[in-house]
């Protein structure tokens, strides 16, 4: 019952990195352009303008990666480390869509501006997502039913042979219970013998 939902996740989670590894590729000409600022091609200064966005994606997907780890874990990343994101993201928005603000033209926002905000969608339901379909996963698993007093009494009743010495420690080990119930049971025990 578990397997498929382990599946989907798996494919959930490796569509949503694809998703957003896609979207920073495609920034990655706009801010080069940006950082370029109309120097010739392969000059120092258009070169080293394609450094800047790996410098600034390779951060955030460190950061979404370490979040996503730790959700699992339950720690909660602190202040810096949600700055950290949210910059690297607003970074890589403003760098993409500044020369379609620039031009006026609603049409190149738009297209500019949508895959970096898939890319912050996307990072801020990747680690919930993740951490849904694991909770969807521990919920489908079968429930094991609890063992009752009357149970336990039974198991004990029918172990116990004549010459047995009924102590907590002998429940247990015949049981298999815990330490409170086993005094309980062992004075049940007792009691039953004392009455046949």
């Keep these: 019952m578990s397997e498929p939902i382990e599946r989907v996740a798996t494919q959930v989670d490796r569509l949503c990195w694809t998703g957003i590894l896609l979207g ?18 392969w000059s120092l200064v258009w070169c080293a303008a394609w450094l800047l966005d790996p410098m600034v994606s390779l951060v955030l997907l460190a950061i979404l990666r370490a979040e996503q780890v730790t959700a699992r874990h339950g720690v909660h990343m602190g202040g810096w480390v949600r ?31 949508v895959p970096p905000l898939v890319v912050f969608v996307a990072a801020e339901a990747v680690t919930e997502l993740r951490d849904k379909l694991g909770a969807a996963v521990v919920n489908a698993m079968p429930k094991t039913p609890r063992t009752s007093f009357a149970d336990y009494l039974a198991m004990a009743q029918a ?32 009691k039953n013998r004392g009455r046949s």
């Design 24 to 41: 920073l590729a495609f920034t990655m000409t706009n801010v080069q352009q940006f950082a370029a600022a109309g120097a010739p091609a």
């Design 83 to 113: 700055g950290a994101k949210w910059f690297t993201l607003a970074a890589t928005y403003v760098m993409n869509t500044w020369s379609a603000f620039t031009a006026g033209s609603a049409a190149l926002v738009v297209l500019h501006s």
């Design 159 to 190: 172990a116990r042979t004549p010459g047995v010495a009924v102590t907590p420690a002998w429940v247990r080990e015949v049981t298999g219970c815990s330490r409170g119930l086993s005094s309980r049971l062992a004075a049940a025990l007792v």
